[in-house]
């Protein structure tokens, strides 16, 4: 991911703890989502946990939660989570 940042590039980060069940069902959602549609976004998957800094630096309240990043820099942030068709209107929103 911070590759990525430094050098500039366009990314999506799922963020979730693992003992979230809401998490468990949102990944599942977003793989579904980049499969069936070929979205040209990376899309990592960090552990909140592990990252609490990154947490309190974009400002993240809750898991399960997707950052867009564009030219490296946080550009829109989602909880919304819920079914693919929110988390395919995250990835496609500009």
Known sequence: M???QKNGADFVV???TPMCGSCQIASRLVDVVLEADGI???VAKVDLNYVPEIAQALEITSVP???KFKDGQ??????QLHDAT???EFLYSK
């Open 2 to 4: 911070r590759t990525a």
């Open 14 to 16: 799922f963020f979730f």
């Open 40 to 42: 040209n976004y990376e």
């Open 65 to 67: 939660a997707l950052v």
């Open 74 to 79: 946080p550009a829109d942030l989602s909880y």
């Open 86 to 88: 929110a988390i395919f």
